[in-house]
């Protein structure tokens, strides 16, 4: 194999023309040839039998060429780019240069690969950063959803009314017959949650265990289409009705749901847990905002490889959180109308903004001389395994030591940029006026 020529073309590319000699494609016909042989019939030989050059002879001494190409390319693609010391990001495209003989044969390979980065500003920049603030509303919303978390349901022999839960058996029927997914039993029905097609929780209050009723309803414009703007009865019977036991807000109620004796000890730790649950969001905030400067503020030509790998692995994170809520994702495309191509086309923007912040990060520790030692990655498993709850060395088997240094360098990189920076006023953007009904 030898290099004739290696040019950089648009988008990070480089068009490699490379030639194989005739010693090298020798040896890829030998191997064409036992990988092939068994296609061959020729009198006189059992199937896998024939030698070489009597096949050659009958078939043409070309018949073992394009197998044979096949066979030495990777490998001389390989050796160049190892040779010009590339850093390739995606498959090339390949086009042949002239014929094939025995002697070998020429192609040109263009190369997608690992662009040249100039950084802009990424020290001393400056951003809007809002300030924490926790209110006693604040505080009090907290301890009303830990107060609903340990609400009691207790019957009640009564009409149910908004705010309890009705244990119902439901049937749909359109045009008088059942329609599919428009049937329950013992389900509980929170009365004012809207779960259900509206008008429906509101014709369940006012019922009592054991009573029967029939509701109509008329389906939404922009419900399913099989019901959408459909009028259906639903024949409903209660069972029972609950009402929810909310504790009282006292120092009692601190005791059951904390370690604290006090209402107002409570109180504090939730106003102190609020406000550093804020900071972080409003330090992500800001760490975003500069970080998205530094990606704007780079030079750089990004390769369309980089950007469908990206766009491709933010398909595949959103299949897996689809999955995680339990929808098969032929299932999610089915019943959306959603097509993958308009998916991918979709992400592509993203993508690239990814693509730049991730050469900006990485050019960023490569300027610094940020590097990260074997102590360093430990601790950094140390510290995720606690974050995460899980056992350090089954944190170890999911992370190979070469991501977790990534991870610590890339933490140090933004560190770089966000401790030079300036934190500016935040303003609240203006709401939009409401336009005026015609």
């Known amino acids: 194999m030898s290099v004739k020529s290696c ?62 190409i096949n066979i030495a390319f990777p490998d001389a693609y390989d050796a160049a780019v190892k040779e010009k010391e590339l850093a390739p990001v995606g498959y090339p495209s390949v086009e042949m240069v002239g014929e094939c003989t025995r002697e070998g044969f020429t192609f040109k390979a263009v190369t997608p690969v690992y662009p040249e980065v100039t950084l802009g500003q990424y020290k001393g920049l400056s951003a809007p950063k809002r300030e924490v603030t926790v209110s006693d509303e604040d505080v009090d919303r907290r301890l009303k959803a830990m107060a609903e978390r340990n609400t009691r349901l207790e019957s009640v022999e009564r009409e149910a009314k908004e705010g309890d839960i009705a244990i119902i058996d439901y049937e749909g029927f359109l045009d008088g017959k059942p329609f599919e997914g428009g049937k329950g039993e013992k389900h509980s029905l929170e009365l004012g949650s809207h779960n ?24 939404p414009e922009d419900y399913h289409k099989d019901l959408a703007g459909k009028a ?19 120092d009692d109620f601190a005791k059951d749901v904390s370690e604290f004796d006090t209402l107002d000890e409570l109180k504090e730790d939730l106003k102190k847990k609020i406000a550093e649950e804020r900071q972080k969001d409003v330090d992500r905030e800001f760490e975003e ?15 369309d490889a980089m950007i469908e790998r990206q766009a491709r692995q933010f398909l595949d994170n959103f299949k897996s959180q689809i999955a995680q809520q ?69 944190v170890k088997k999911y992370l190979l030591p070469e991501t977790v240094r990534d991870q610590v360098c890339t933490s140090r990189a933004i560190a770089v940029v966000v401790d030079s920076a300036t934190a500016t006023e935040y303003v609240e953007p203006e709401e939009a006026p409401a336009e005026d009904a015609e």
């Open 289 to 303: 905002e500069l970080m998205n400067q530094v990606a704007e503020g780079i030079t750089t030509d990004v390769p």
């Open 232 to 250: 259906v009865v639903f024949k409903v019977k209660c069972h029972e009705v609950k009402e929810k036991q909310v504790p009282e807000m006292d």
């Open 196 to 219: 259900f097609v509206p008008g429906f929780e509101e014709q369940v209050v006012g019922m009592k265990a054991e009573d029967e009723k029939d509701i109509d309803i008329t389906f």
């Open 7 to 68: 040019e950089k073309v648009e988008k990070s590319q480089v068009e490699l023309t490379i030639e194989v000699g005739a010693e090298a494609f020798e040896a890829a016909l030998e191997k064409a040839y036992r990988k092939m042989r068994h296609q061959f019939r020729l009198p006189g030989f059992r199937p896998g039998k024939a030698p070489r050059k009597m096949i050659e002879k009958m078939y043409g001494v070309e018949v073992l060429f394009d197998e044979a």
């Open 326 to 394: 339990g929808i098969p994702y032929e299932q999610y495309m089915q019943v959306t109308g959603m097509e993958e191509s308009k998916l991918l086309d979709d992400a592509r923007e993203p993508a690239l903004q990814q693509v730049r912040m991730d050469l900006a990060v990485a050019e960023i520790v490569k300027t610094e001389n940020i590097e990260a030692s074997d102590e360093d990655v430990e601790a950094e498993y140390e510290r995720m395994s606690k974050q995460i709850g899980m056992d350090v060395e089954l």
